[in-house]
């Protein structure tokens, strides 16, 4: 069984702070993505890491894979309150199954 | 239509009734998946189907879950019996063109069994 850990579960921090939040696996990913959910509603698909090392940014958003493919990072710069959401990493393998992390919870206060 | 479908939105069933949640996915994608998220948690797979053909259901917890998609398009999820432990956001994506590996969420069917 894939099992992707994601860290800290909960996270709460003020606007303008930054944070970054891990997902972690003993497995190897074909690729993984961050989605965004917020309630009531399903995830988003805000990006896809494939090789190694990447680093991909997306506004005040960088993403990052591990080398070995197996853990992924986010990073976000100066947090505003429309942040708030909880983020999921998911695994993808080459059969196109995607495995779900249980999120983080982050909560930016105003 | 634009993006993924899914009704009921809420369900709320009494212990032993049977359920069935409905699925549109966005017009052309081949594939459909079904994944059950329990508060608190990340989403866990259920199903996985490439138009009307079931590749994948090592997911569906018991033989009281049942999924079609008889013609490649619209999906049905059945739960039959259903039990307090079925309590869960039911959420359906679809996926594009193959080599694009990016699930589109429906916004969810909320199962309360009491």
């Known amino acids: 069984t894939q099992l992707l850990e994601q860290s800290p579960q909960f996270l709460s921090i003020q606007e303008g702070e930054n944070l970054t939040v891990y997902c972690n696996s003993s497995s190897v990913f074909s690729s993984l993505q961050w989605y965004r959910q917020e309630p009531g509603e399903g995830p988003v698909l805000l990006v896809t890491v494939v090789t190694g090392g990447e680093v991909k940014k997306l506004k005040r958003l960088t993403f990052q894979f591990g080398d070995a493919r197996k853990d992924s990072s986010l990073h976000i710069t100066a947090a505003q309150p429309g942040d708030t959401g909880l983020y999921l990493c998911?695994?993808?393998?080459?059969?196109?199954?995607?495995?779900f992390g249980d999120g983080t919870t982050l909560t930016v206060k105003p | 239509g634009a993006g993924v479908s899914q009704s009921p939105r809420y369900k709320v069933a009494k212990r032993g009734q049977d359920v069935a949640l409905r699925c549109d996915p966005i017009s052309g994608h081949v594939s459909l998946f079904w994944y059950q998220q329990a508060l608190g948690q990340g989403p866990e797979f259920l199903t996985y189907f490439q138009n009307e053909a079931q590749l994948d259901k090592s997911g569906l917890p018991s033989d009281r879950f049942f999924a079609e998609r008889p013609e490649g398009s619209v999906s049905t999820l059945k739960i039959q019996r259903t039990q307090q432990e079925d309590s869960a956001v039911y959420l359906c994506?679809?996926?594009?063109?193959?080599?694009?590996?990016?699930?589109?969420f429906g916004a969810g069917s909320r199962l309360t069994v009491l």
């Open positions: 998911a695994g993808n393998t080459n059969a196109g199954k995607s495995t």
């Open positions: 994506a679809s996926r594009g063109p193959r080599g694009a590996n990016v699930l589109t």
